[in-house]
């Protein structure tokens, strides 16, 4: 086979276009030749509000059985999967600022940090797992991480408590006094990942794309015909199935920008745009799984190896009347107790671990060309610094390891901390730096590397 020497950083180009490529056996220049080659990524999902910990967490430790209740749509990807119980993050709790758990179950999740409470400029919290990982590794891809996200936020004002919005709005921290806004809109993200370098050549192709109804595709036509030329079999096949995901996620976008620019109805119903968000509001799962998508393709083609998404800002009490449940998921939380309350919570955690399935199916989709899948590469976080919504506990939090870590992480488990050792969620932090390549000696209010 010809081999093409090609850069890992090489992309189809087109005018106002950079479509990078995934991982290609066919390139001699940085495919990777074993598993231990392959990058490594990570990736935190926050959900918020809680979860009801008794249709959580799974009968007995060690080997994961059938799984039931909330965790039932993630029996597919057991082996690739593991519960984490007994883990805490004391600087959620009030440590003596009183009510505004929501504020600072967000802002410490990904940090350890208390946040200083405050409504007003001086916010404090500290320096997010995502973003030590940039730091140290993101010299590496084009984006050294992304933020990603689905309710937006204000960044300012009082939320919860006399805490600042931007607490219970950002889930990563670039400095202690500076969050990163996510970008919630998939449009954008998509142009964001496939645009080229130059700002007035890619508002150009834009605009051209919009008004002629062009796909990003067209304008790396010519480029994608010439490489075909020089790839094996395989890589033909690959490039293909890939470029045709591109083309399907972008239609899926296009399609909900249509919804979104719609003229109003006849009635006096309010229009679903940009603005008051109500498309996305209404189709939260399509929201969800477009940037799930967006996250894999990212991490399929190098683009970056670190990525946050929260489903749903803490705090959040949107309503899922897809799932029969028109009540807000905050108010819900307050359970009380009360079966029917509990029932329908049970239906929107459900609903959440059904869009991580689907990030984790398509994860395990893309073959690397070492033989193993990306999902085997990913370490994927997944949970809430809130216990039980109704009692606000910060302790025996709801968490969930996924992904192979590159073979050095064993799925299939149940593993429970002591619950009086108050294990620190930051000690997981540490133990996944350990294997990005980016070790600390403390990271919040750790205590040493978490064993998993």
Sequence with gaps: MNRKTISRRTALKGFGTALALPLLDSLALGAPTSAAAVPKRAAFVYVPNGVNMSDWTPKGEGALGELTGILKPLNPFKSHLNVLTGLACDKARANGDGPGDHARAMSAFLTGRQPRKTHGADIRAGISADQHLATAIGDKTKFPSLELGIERGAQAGNCDSGYSCA?????????????????????????????????????????????????????VLEDAKDLNKTLGSGDQKKLDEYLSSVREVEQRIEKARQALNAPPPKTNMPRP?????????????????????????????????????????????????????????????????????????????TFHTEQLAYLLGRLQAVKEPTGGTLLDSVMLVYGSCIGDGNRHNHDDLPILLAGGGGGTISGGRHIVYPKRADTPLMNLYLALFERMGAPARTFGDSTGVLKI
């Design 167 to 219: 607490y219970s709005s950002n889930l990563s921290w670039r400095a202690e006094s500076t969050p990163n806004a996510k970008e919630c809109d998939p449009k954008a993200v998509f142009d964001r990942l496939f645009g080229g370098n130059d700002p007035k050549e890619l508002a150009t192709a834009r605009a051209k794309r919009d008004a002629q109804n062009k796909s990003v595709l067209d304008f």
């Design 273 to 349: 745009d940009a603005k008051d968000g109500n498309y996305w509001r209404d189709h939260p799962q399509e929201h969800i799984r477009l940037m799930c998508d967006l996250m894999v393709i990212a991490f399929q083609t190098d683009l970056t190896r670190v990525v946050t998404l929260p489903f749903a800002n803490d705090g959040s009490n949107r309503s899922y009347k897809m799932i029969e449940v028109p009540e807000g998921h905050h108010d819900l939380s307050h359970h009380g107790s009360d079966p029917k309350k509990l029932e329908k919570i049970a239906k929107i955690n």
